[in-house]
């Protein structure tokens, strides 16, 4: 089953600009994932921050987690036209290492 | 990296056929590998896990006699979508945990497969 959403389901922007994503899930979890995936292609794993973690760098993305709320964030700076792809939240609280994601932010970002 | 492929890419079959998918870890051993199903601009959906030489568990509302999933070896699993019919219609994508990156909450995930069914 389907536990996180995420917001907006739609982002447009300029290049260069910002865009932050937002995830939230419903039950406890040990680790949260974002994955970018490309019209059509696979997933790629951008960053895993742990329950115990707060916020976590790479590179142009920064990641958040707030365990009180249930949420995290994905902030993608200085955006590029080829960040432009769906990106989804991940959770472990499937157990046994699956995985279950959100809905997915779709994201353009116009040149 | 870990690198996961899956093949073929791309299929089109006709209603009634039956269709093999192979995932297949390439640099790893991979002892679970998940398949997932994912409708045009929707999310990924778990369909089911499989670890290597035990059957597969499957999730809740995936038929099982109708995907049958086949972990032989530690570097390939199989899903088989039987008597297909165009509601099957989706990409499927599998994803394998094991060694290579020494994380149990990691997953690699293969390029997925594009089924389409007349």
């Known amino acids: 089953s389907q536990q996180g959403e995420e917001d907006p389901q739609a982002l447009s922007i300029q290049e260069g600009e910002n865009a932050t994503m937002n995830c939230s899930y419903k039950t406890s979890i040990n680790n949260l994932q974002w994955y970018r995936q490309n019209s059509g292609r696979g997933l790629v794993h951008l960053i895993l921050?742990?329950?115990?973690?707060r916020e976590k760098h790479s590179g142009r993305l920064r990641v958040t987690l707030d365990t009180s709320k249930k949420s995290s964030s994905l902030l993608i700076t200085a955006s590029r036209a080829a960040d432009t792809a769906s990106y989804f939240c991940a959770t472990d609280a499937g157990g046994g290492g699956k995985l279950i994601f959100g809905q997915g932010t779709e994201l353009s970002v116009k040149p | 990296g870990a690198v996961v492929s899956q093949h073929p890419s791309r299929v089109i079959c006709k209603s009634g056929t039956s269709v093999k998918i192979e995932c297949r870890s390439l640099d790893f051993q991979a002892t679970t590998m998940f398949w997932y199903r994912q409708f045009p601009k929707q999310s990924l959906m778990l369909m089911a896990t499989s670890n290597e030489g035990s059957k597969a568990t499957y999730e809740q509302g995936v038929e099982k006699d109708k995907f049958l999933i086949n972990h032989a070896s530690l570097t390939l699993s199989t899903l088989t979508v039987t008597s297909a019919h165009p509601e099957d219609s989706s990409f499927y994508i599998c994803?394998?945990?094991?060694?290579?990156?020494?994380?149990?909450?990691?997953?690699?995930f293969g390029p997925g497969t594009r089924l389409t069914v007349t």
């Open positions: 994803s394998a945990s094991g060694l290579a990156g020494g994380l149990t909450y990691e997953q690699y």
């Open positions: 921050i742990r329950s115990n973690e």
